[in-house]
């Protein structure tokens, strides 16, 4: 997936220096579980997907991302098990709010499952890596190796701009769409942040964190609504 500029910040340390403040341990294992559901949630959305792929290539070429996707989650779900974090007890308290987003944008055909997935996991990805830059070296390349593209992007890109030429009536259908898709999504992080203290820390800033100034915060969602903007452009959509 593309990437965007973010705030540069320094090293604050590697993850054993890090992780004996309490509160940026609890940041993390937060920022950690929410990011292995959304993997774990990708791989099924994915999986369910290819069931309605119109032909094999396609379905094979999603069969493989969501293999990816569940490789992604087993890496973030070793490393909690590995700090002495629970994986399920983590995970669990994003279980709702992401099952919420999934049940309010259910697609109903196969290019609006192909635009929720690029859109939706680009947005999730756009959020991790702001983040990224703000935390322990350990923590923060792991976050980075998991976000990498599983080649999802370039895959809907080209269905959806062969659709819309095929029939241009497509288009506006799946504008409106994305941009549903994009208020839904806000809606849900902005959610999770507020109920989860820690996180809120992590955004705002803590006595070990480097975390945003709430101006920051504002124009880290501008630099995500652009992104979004200039996928929504790549696709031939208006956003």
């Given at each position: 997936m593309?990437?965007?500029?973010?705030?540069?910040?320094?090293?604050?340390?590697?993850?054993?220096?890090?992780?004996?403040?309490?509160?940026?341990?609890?940041?993390?294992?937060?920022?950690?579980?929410?990011?292995?559901?959304?993997?774990?949630s990708?791989?099924?959305?994915?999986?369910?997907?290819?069931?309605?792929?119109?032909?094999?290539?396609?379905?094979?070429?999603?069969?493989?991302?969501?293999?990816a996707?569940f490789?992604?989650?087993q890496?973030l779900?070793?490393?909690?098990?590995e700090v002495?974090?629970?994986?399920?007890?983590?995970m669990?308290?994003?279980?709702?709010?992401?099952?919420?987003?999934?049940?309010?944008?259910?697609?109903?055909?196969?290019?609006?499952?192909?635009?929720?997935?690029y859109?939706?996991?680009a947005?999730?990805?756009?959020?991790?890596?702001?983040?990224a830059?703000?935390?322990?070296?350990d923590?923060?390349?792991?976050?980075?190796?998991?976000?990498?593209?599983?080649?999802?992007?370039?895959?809907?890109?080209?269905?959806?701009r062969?659709?819309?030429?095929?029939?241009?009536?497509?288009?506006?259908?799946?504008?409106?769409?994305?941009?549903r898709?994009?208020?839904?999504a806000?809606?849900?992080?902005?959610?999770?942040?507020?109920?989860?203290?820690?996180?809120?820390?992590?955004?705002?800033?803590?006595?070990?964190?480097?975390?945003?100034?709430?101006?920051?915060?504002?124009?880290?969602?501008?630099?995500?609504?652009?992104?979004?903007?200039?996928?929504m452009?790549?696709?031939?959509?208006?956003?």
């Amino acid at each position: 997936m593309e990437t965007q500029e973010s705030g540069e910040v320094g090293s604050i340390g590697d993850w054993a220096a890090c992780a004996a403040d309490p509160g940026y341990r609890a940041a993390v294992l937060d920022l950690l579980g929410a990011l292995a559901y959304g993997e774990l949630s990708a791989f099924e959305r994915l999986a369910e997907d290819a069931k309605f792929a119109p032909g094999l290539v396609d379905k094979a070429a999603l069969a493989r991302m969501a293999s990816a996707e569940f490789q992604h989650y087993q890496q973030l779900h070793d490393r909690l098990a590995e700090v002495g974090a629970d994986p399920t007890e983590v995970m669990t308290p994003f279980v709702e709010p992401l099952e919420a987003f999934h049940r309010l944008t259910a697609p109903s055909d196969w290019l609006e499952g192909l635009v929720k997935a690029y859109v939706g996991d680009a947005i999730a990805t756009d959020f991790y890596r702001e983040v990224a830059v703000r935390l322990d070296d350990d923590t923060r390349d792991l976050v980075l190796r998991v976000m990498a593209d599983t080649g999802h992007a370039e895959f809907a890109v080209e269905r959806v701009r062969q659709a819309i030429a095929d029939d241009p009536r497509v288009g506006g259908r799946l504008a409106l769409w994305g941009r549903r898709l994009m208020g839904e999504a806000l809606s849900q992080a902005q959610r999770v942040v507020a109920e989860r203290d820690a996180l809120s820390n992590l955004l705002v800033g803590g006595a070990r964190v480097q975390g945003f100034d709430l101006v920051e915060v504002g124009k880290m969602f501008t630099r995500i609504t652009e992104a979004h903007t200039r996928r929504m452009a790549a696709l031939g959509l208006a956003s």
